[in-house]
């Protein structure tokens, strides 16, 4: 190695460098001791111990011998001072690996601790565990308070419901404590998810202030009380995490809201359910509460921001009674009337155009299955049915489909001599007719939002996020029928809830009073001009039933407004208005009450079920594995309404293709050609209606099993036509349905 410098090392690299330096023979005493780097206040570096100066260096100083041991003292003084600073001057001379020498050796020295920056995981593991531990407790001793200055300004987040509503994961990460999510992000698996690290920097969080409350833990433990209602199931979770306790979680409840929701504008259509949880319990024994909780839930769905049908009087259900009285006195409008409650050809055609693509389906299917045998035309079912009735009465093997007499336990194929009885247990239930006819499998629709992220960078050299969102429709179930659904979903607003159980008059009463005055309707604010005439309002079970009685029976006096009944009109009358005749007014004449759409659907399949059950649907519900009686009571009263549908749909498929099979092998027999039309219009007027069977099974399947198939697809296409069309056509008798067919 080139010697770099008078007074510095010479030699090779290799070696290991001697700390010892040569002085120049002269030093300069006009140095100030500014220059001195011992003495700089910018440095760390004290001045250097006399006892560790270095005694073999030479100086030439001038002065006379007999001088003081305290200008002798100072000269040495001086002379590790030079030394100190062409030591720090020569320091930019070194390369890395005298460096690392140098740093060894004032380690062992000293008992320092030097970190290469380069190699610090090398460097940590040449450590001792007592080290590693020293070092470890220095750093977050250090992180400590600015842990607490944190938590601080972080505890209560979960208060405030859109800061809460804002907290994600990896967002909460990111504001805590950098050395401290440093650390769990290291010790973190690789898989590891964003809110499992969220929780450990919570934990950690909690140990240095107990009182913390984590906004993602708190909202885990809201999750919880909503799903179990249980203060001890809060308090445990409460002591394990830093989520909050009973008390925490039911202090935020009460504090989320004090004001009311504001009803939103147009033409709204209001829903109401009742969300009640009566549990009894029969055990004895300490804190034994029964959990009840009654509650109405509103909400209302915002159809027509802009509309104003809820605005006009004429389309109120009070003035709903004067035209009937008009139309019976008015043979005009009595037509009117008829025809609006009948169904139109556009009705028509939507019955007809369903029938016939469902129809065009199963003959495709069916001219495809046929086959030509000696006795005639036959299909795959047919030899079923050929099959099991050959048989009837005796003993298949279902490893080598051998038969045998009933009695016999093993087979008697001298090659399988299997227990019958454990072979049929491994396929049982796959050898029964009925569990052939299932329902195809149905797809549905989705709707699929999709968020695209990117950024850009403009002229300044600025990034800009870009977000795009695109919502886009992935269905394959009933696209042939026209969708209605809006481009964004319909908005929502969750009303002021009513604590009461709407299983009563009185308890329905305040439910449609609190809906009024919220919603601005005209019966509760007459003087406003903006205020609306009429509400929908749809509920199901039995508030619905109840709400009929109590819309038709609550009466309100016109003199005082009071509440009456046709009843005890008559005392009011006499007691309060001195026996002054008084009139009255239905006061929830402005309700337009709906059934949802749902239960509409329920009720067409239990009243097609009852209508045709000692008909076909019994033995069609034992072919599909209702057999027991209890089994056929949970069928016809419709208690699963999947499984209703289904077994409908079966029935729709079945009668279908057992209505076609003569047609086709009629045509096929004739050599003709098969169509929709030739069926309709030429074979079903000459040969299917001379049977009274047949004739029946066609009309339940051409108009109500069709019925409400189109009732289906028009809700889950949200189009009013299809849903028109069931409604007018399941009421209408069945020679209705033979005029159309012949239109």
């Known amino acids: 190695m080139p010697c770099v410098q008078e007074g510095f090392i010479q030699g090779t690299r290799r070696h290991r460098p001697s700390l010892g330096f040569h002085l120049k023979a002269t030093i300069s005493m006009e140095k100030t001791d500014q220059d001195c780097y011992c003495l700089r206040k910018i440095t760390k570096v004290g001045r250097p111990s006399k006892k560790k100066a270095k005694t073999t260096c030479i100086a030439i100083v001038e002065g006379s011998d007999t001088e003081s041991g305290e200008e002798i003292e100072t000269e040495h003084e001086m002379d590790s001072c030079q030394q100190f600073r062409n030591l720090m001057k020569n320091i930019k001379l070194m390369d890395k690996e005298l460096a690392l020498v140098c740093a060894e050796n004032l380690s062992e020295q000293f008992h320092f601790i030097f970190l290469d920056r380069e190699n610090m995981d090398a460097g940590i593991k040449n450590f001792t565990v007592g080290d590693r531990m020293l070092i470890t407790s220095a750093i977050f001793n250090s992180e400590k308070e600015n842990v607490k200055s944190d938590i601080a300004s972080c505890s209560q987040t979960y208060k405030h419901l859109p800061a809460l509503l804002q907290v994600t994961p990896h967002g909460w990460v990111q504001a805590r404590n950098s050395v401290l999510t440093c650390a769990i992000k290291s010790l973190c698996h690789e898989n590891a ?51 909050g306790g009973h008390s925490t979680v039911r202090n935020w409840l009460n504090n989320l809201t004090m004001t009311v929701p504001e009803f939103p504008t147009g033409d709204l259509l209001t829903a109401i359910d009742n ?12 804190d034994n509460r029964a959990q009840i909780s009654v509650l109405t839930s509103v909400c209302v769905a ?4 802009y509309g104003t049908l809820q605005l006009q009087p004429s389309l109120a259900p009070r003035n709903w009674s004067k035209r009937i009285k008009v139309a019976k006195e008015n043979a005009e409008e009595r037509t009117k009337v008829i025809e609006a409650c009948s169904p139109s050809e556009t009705d028509k055609n939507v019955i007809r155009h369903e029938n016939k693509l469902l129809i065009h ?9 046929q086959t030509k ?23 298949v093997c279902p490893v080598c489909q051998t038969v045998m007499e009933r009695s ?57 996020v870009v977000v795009k969102e695109q919502i886009s429709e992935c269905n394959n179930e009933f696209q042939h029928v026209p969708s209605n659904h809006p481009s964004h979903p319909v908005k929502v607003v969750a009303g002021d809830p009513v604590f009461v159980n709407p299983n009563s008059q009185e308890a329905l009463k305040e439910v449609l009073r609190r809906v009024g005055k919220a919603a601005n309707v005209k019966r509760y604010n007459p003087s406003d001009p903006g205020a ?24 309100l006096c016109t003199e005082c407004r009071d509440e009456v009944t046709e009843d005890s009109l008559t005392d009011h009358c006499l007691k309060v208005h001195n026996g002054q005749k008084c009139s009255t007014v239905n006061e929830f004449d402005w309700v337009v009450l709906r059934i949802g759409k749902l239960h509409f659907e329920m009720n067409m399949a239990r009243y097609f079920i009852d209508l045709n059950w000692e008909v076909f649907l019994s033995r069609l519900a034992s072919e599909l594995g209702f057999v027991s009686e209890a089994a056929q009571k949970f069928v016809r009263k ?29 045509r096929l027999d004739a050599k003709l050609p098969v169509s929709v039309s030739d069926y309709l219009y030429k074979w079903l007027p000459d040969v299917g209606w001379q049977n009274a069977t047949y004739n029946y099974i066609f009309g339940m399947t051409w108009t109500y099993l069709m019925s409400i198939h189109v009732f289906h697809m028009g809700v889950r296409r949200n189009n009013s036509t299809y849903v028109r069309t069931d409604v007018l056509f399941f009421i209408v008798p069945q020679k209705c349905c033979i005029q159309i067919c012949h239109d």
């Open 361 to 369: 389906e199963i003959l495709k299917e069916l001219l495809k299955e």
């Open 638 to 666: 419709g208690s699963d309404h999947h499984k209703t549908m289904s077994i409908l749909r079966v029935c729709h498929m079945g009668f279908w293709k057992e209505l076609l099979i003569p047609y086709v092998r009629d």
């Open 373 to 395: 045998t000696p006795g005639g035309w036959k299909d795959d079912v047919d030899l079923r049915v050929e099959e099991i009735e050959a048989k009837e009465g005796r003993r």
């Open 275 to 286: 969300d009640q949880v009566l549990i009894k319990k029969w055990t004895v024994r300490k």
């Open 408 to 464: 016999r336990r093993k087979c008697i194929n001298p090659e399988c001599r299997v227990s019958l009885k454990s072979a049929e247990k491994e396929v049982q239930g796959t050898d029964v007719l009925g569990t052939a006819l299932v329902a195809p499998i149905r797809q549905f629709h989705h709707r699929v939002k999709e968020t695209h992220l990117g950024f850009v960078i403009d002229d300044k050299e600025e990034a800009h």
């Open 302 to 305: 915002q159809i027509s921001p």
């Open 193 to 243: 998810k964003p809110f499992e690290r969220a929780v450990a920097t919570d934990q950690l969080y909690s140990l240095v202030s107990p009182s913390f409350v984590s906004p993602l833990l708190f909202a885990t433990n809201l999750l919880a009380y909503s799903v179990t209602r249980s203060k001890l199931a809060l308090n445990i979770n409460g002591k394990l995490h830093p989520a």
């Open 532 to 555: 609306r005439q009429w509400l929908n309002v749809t509920m199901d079970g039995l508030p619905y039933l109840v709400c009929r009685k109590v819309i038709n029976t609550v009466l």
